[in-house]
């Protein structure tokens, strides 16, 4: 393949083809690329070229440069917003890939003295603790611990079931038709033994973690969601 623009625009075209063929699984996460000797005699370009075609990968995320090893894909990230109206499926439904939730775990238990807080109800309440693992295209994205009044909403459960694990939907089956976020809070931490597993880290990669509390349109507390983000998939943008 020959490509007759000048280098100024050359290593952007590769760079984005590259990208392209990261995304549509043709290189696999870990896989190396080709070499700047390889990508420059490919595309017909000077070898700079090339190399700066690959370091622009490297600031976007999507690869990492090991020094005397070459170039290795690190996947891709994801655009997350975190703005008023928070939802994971809503997040990724222009990229047009599957997106799933799987239900790990139900509980109802006596609410954490900083949930109830949150909440704005009683210690002596109970909550449930639904725990979801969600992914993308099949590639585990986070997992999200959600608590909600099990008085207020009694059914819950059952809604989440019969909506494939959509919370928003479930909300909506228990007549809460829309929500918004209050407040989220951003932080950093290595992850867990289960967050390690579940979405797919490396021994001692950190998780990003948020702490969201979603109130319903009489500004009343319905949720509180703790959620850990594989930091090699996804990237925040905040309106």
């Known amino acids: 393949m020959v490509f007759q623009e000048n280098a100024t625009t050359a ?7 590259l990208a392209e063929t990261i995304r549509t699984g043709t290189y696999e996460l870990g896989s190396g690329l080709p ?20 370091h622009y990968l490297r600031e976007q995320g999507l690869v990492s440069v090991e020094q005397g090893r070459g170039s290795f894909v690190r996947g891709v990230r994801y655009p ?16 047009g890939l599957p997106v799933t939730s799987r239900l790990l775990e139900v509980l109802t238990i006596a609410i954490p003295s900083t949930v109830a807080q949150s909440l704005q109800i009683s210690v002596n309440s109970s909550v449930w603790r639904i725990v979801l693992l969600n992914s993308l295209d099949g590639r585990a994205i986070s997992l999200s611990i959600h608590y909600l009044p099990a008085q207020k909403f009694p059914d819950f459960v059952h809604k ?27 932080s950093a931490r290595i ?10 880290l490396s ?33 925040f943008i905040v309106d």
């Open 11 to 17: 290593w952007r075209r590769i760079a984005d083809e």
């Open 35 to 54: 070499t700047t000797i390889e990508i420059a005699t490919q595309y017909n370009v000077h070898r700079h070229t090339a190399s700066k075609a690959l």
């Open 80 to 95: 997350y917003r975190l703005s008023e109206k928070v939802s994971f499926r809503q997040n990724f439904a222009e990229t």
């Open 160 to 186: 989440l079931k019969d909506s494939d694990n959509s919370i928003s939907k479930a909300f909506e089956g228990c007549g809460v038709v829309s929500y918004q976020r209050k407040s989220t809070k951003i």
């Open 191 to 200: 992850a867990t033994d289960e967050e390690y597993l579940r979405l797919e």
């Open 203 to 235: 021994e001692g990669d950190p998780v990003i973690t948020t702490e969201g509390i979603d109130i319903d349109d009489s500004l009343v507390p319905i949720q509180v969601v703790e959620t850990s983000f594989n930091p090699n998939r996804i990237q």
